[in-house]
T-cell receptor
Framework: DAKTTQPPSMDCAEGRAANLPCNHSTISGNEYVYWYRQIHSQGPQYIIHGLKNNETNEMASLIITEDRKSSTLILPHATLRDTAVYYCIVRAPYNNNDMRFGAGTRLTVKP | EAEVAQSPRYKITEKSQAVAFWCDPISGHATLYWYRQILGQGPELLVQFQDESVVDDSQLPKDRFSAERLKGVDSTLKIQPAELGDSAMYLC???????????FGQGTRLTVV
């Protein structure tokens, strides 16, 4: 079973920030939080990951709570091309830990 | 940019026939994953390889599914015999430290009729 809980769907207006929450209350100390997205009919695409500090790259920002039990993926200026299913995953990458997906959040960016 | 290659992209097969999918990971990636994704659901891990060894195949239906990665490079996933419920997208991904993210191929869309 997936170790994360995400809302099944969210809407966002084009140009606005999209904030996608993820609950991972049973996360272990050596597990990272990863985010992927899947645009229709394509393979999942890596977005960002983090352990406990907030992270930012050219695609998104990742905010992890101090207790590490939840996180938020932020797309600062959503575009129509950001419409996709977003998956939050927890894993310990250096332990050859497997990578298991839940159902994800379907984000729809509207004009 | 290096990519995970999968073939075929689409496959239609009749029930009870054998079918095989091929994956060529990014060069140098030691970890390879096979996933099955039913429409509307998240990808389900079927098998994970580290080099040529199976690390996890607990979710692989071993009565009909098999996977191999003989030389620790490319991999084949086989279904024999195919059933209607096997219709899905089959995804391959690879990763290798120190880069910890996994890269996915475009997948093989299987339709069993």
């Amino acid at each position: 079973d997936a170790k994360t809980t995400q809302p099944p769907s969210m809407d966002c207006a084009e140009g606005r920030a999209a904030n996608l929450p993820c609950n991972h209350s049973t996360i272990s100390g050596n597990e990272y939080v990863y985010w992927y997205r899947q645009i229709h009919s394509q393979g999942p695409q890596y977005i960002i990951h983090g352990l406990k500090n907030n992270e930012t790259n050219e695609m998104a920002s990742l905010i992890i709570t101090e207790d590490r039990k939840s996180s938020t993926l932020i797309l600062p200026h959503a575009t129509l091309r950001d419409t996709a299913v977003y998956y939050c995953i927890v894993r310990a990458p250096y332990n050859n830990n497997d990578m298991r997906f839940g159902a994800g959040t379907r984000l729809t960016v509207k004009p | 940019e290096a990519e995970v290659a999968q073939s075929p992209r689409y496959k239609i097969t009749e029930k009870s026939q054998a079918v095989a999918f091929w994956c060529d990971p990014i060069s140098g990636h030691a970890t390879l994953y096979w996933y099955r994704q039913i429409l509307g659901q998240g990808p389900e891990l079927l098998v994970q390889f580290q080099d040529e060894s199976v690390v996890d195949d607990s979710q692989l239906p071993k009565d009909r599914f098999s996977a191999e990665r003989l030389k620790g490079v490319d991999s084949t996933l086989k279904i024999q015999p195919a059933e209607l419920g096997d219709s899905a997208m089959y995804l391959c991904a690879s990763s290798s430290p120190p880069s910890t993210e996994a890269f996915f191929g475009q997948g093989t869309r299987l339709t069993v009729v």
